[in-house]
């Protein structure tokens, strides 16, 4: 595992479609504890802005639980899209790999929580906050989608099919996600 430093200059890359970046970390095993790390983060820029702006006495169980069940259904729509790419498609994909590139999709839910913020210092009117959390899922749709493309040469159908499944799945068991869509 590397540094907070090094995990944030690869998630930029990996954000900003760095094909180099998607085949070596493809190759590396223990990526997917830097996957985590960054679910982990972006759970809590989502939680952290709620819990500061709400007027709720139990901000521990609220973002310990928050965290948890967000956990839980990234691993839960990685189960989902790894059964239907080597059942459905045939596709012969590790696990392990299909962690790091859904987890560094999912640091980007993390943009949420500076809405969030924003939204708490200056008061942004309510389409414009569904319209940004919008583009920031079809952004994560996108980076997710190039990244099986590039990293296990996926035809564009499979990798669509496979981000948009993730995706579906993380939307509908995932609590603090739901919160905002």
């Keep these: ?10 998630f930029q890359k990996f954000i900003r479609f760095d094909k180099s970046l998607y085949v ?17 983060l972006s759970l809590l820029a989502i939680y952290i802005p709620l819990v500061i702006s709400s007027s709720t006495s139990n901000f521990a169980d609220i973002v310990f639980y928050g965290i948890v069940d967000g956990i ?32 560094y999709t999912h640091g980007l839910i993390g943009f949420i929580g500076l809405l969030v913020i924003a939204n708490s210092y ?3 009117m309510s389409n414009i906050l569904q319209v940004s959390v919008i583009v920031i899922f079809g952004w994560m749709y996108f980076v997710l989608s190039n990244s099986l493309k590039a990293a296990f040469l996926f035809e564009n159908r499979i990798a669509s ?3 948009v499944t993730f995706l579906f799945i993380l939307i509908w068991f995932s609590d603090p996600i739901r919160i905002f869509v």
């Design 1 to 10: 595992m590397n540094s907070l430093k090094d995990i944030w200059s690869q």
């Design 24 to 40: 070596k970390i493809s190759y590396d095993r223990y990526e997917s504890g830097n996957a985590l790390i960054i679910v982990v």
């Design 72 to 103: 839980f259904a990234w691993l839960f729509a990685n189960l989902g899209i790894w059964f239907l790419l080597t059942r459905a498609f045939n596709q012969q994909i590790e696990l392990p790999t299909i962690l790091i590139f859904t987890g």
């Design 122 to 124: 200056i008061s942004i």
């Design 161 to 163: 099919i496979a981000s």
